[in-house]
């Protein structure tokens, strides 16, 4: 497949889902389609700042990682350990103490962007002035867990005189962020079932998680088509829609079999023709 470079990796947000990145990314690199650069927000942060480290082995590592990933290990504590949190810190349920560990054991310890091999952006929101930003310097770590910090879960992180949080409020899919830094056609890995939403919601967490996937899947129409005006955007499909929520941590194995599965045929039959849209967020190629 032959992409114009910089050729920018586009990793989006969605807790658990993000396993799929994990089959994607095998997918991409046995057709020989490599970034020169990687942006990502959320879970899309974690598993980008770990391809930009290690372009070559970016699918294995991370395939060891995903597969001890566990619920306890991101989300660390019971429920009275949540209520205890909640009640000393007021805002959020969980330390990011856990997610820390995963990125330092993913990353070999505490890292610079500069040791990076590729430019990485990780994608959070600044709270004073409400507009996403693209973490691109300085502590690795800390910029990976402000764009993974979600709202009421995690704490914010405060980092070069900023609060941040989560970069899936307002970029889930950080298309314009890839473009800000100079790509000139984009990969996007959408972990969270593109073309589909989750059944029609009965509870009250259903109704949040149904309203956040409608919120963030136009956002990423949206970015998608005006970006494929100028540039080519490959948009990989996700797996066969499941009733996987972004905190079942259970399906790893399953989402990256099926993420493979499903992008290694979609990636058989591209044929780029200059700018445009391969692929949708709709689902629809």
Known sequence: MDLPGPVGFVLGGGGSLGAGQVGMLRALAERGVRPDLVVGTSVGSVN????????????????????????????????FAQARTLRQHKTHLFANTGLAQVLRLGLGGDRDFAELTLPFGAVAVDTVTGSAVALTSGDLVSAVLASS????????????GRVLYDGGVLANVPIRQALAMGAKSLVVLDCAFPGHLPAVPATLA????????????????????????????????????????????????????????????????????????????????
């Open 206 to 285: 259903e109704a949040l998680l149904f309203w956040a996937t409608l919120s963030t899947r136009n956002q990423a129409v949206l970015e998608a088509e005006l970006a494929s005006a100028d540039v080519p955007v490959v948009y990989l499909p996700g797996p066969p829609v499941r009733p996987v929520t972004p905190l079942d941590f259970g399906h790893t194995a399953e989402l990256v079999e099926a993420s493979y599965a499903a992008s290694a045929a979609f990636l058989a039959h591209v044929v780029i023709k200059g700018p445009g849209l391969y692929g949708h967020p709709s689902g629809t190629y």
């Open 149 to 160: 910090a979600i709202p009421g879960v995690y704490p914010a992180v405060r980092r070069e």
């Open 48 to 79: 980008g700042s770990l391809l930009a480290l290690d372009p070559a082995g970016a699918f294995e590592r991370l395939d060891a990682i995903w597969r001890h990933m566990t619920r306890a290990r991101v989300f660390p504590g019971g429920l």
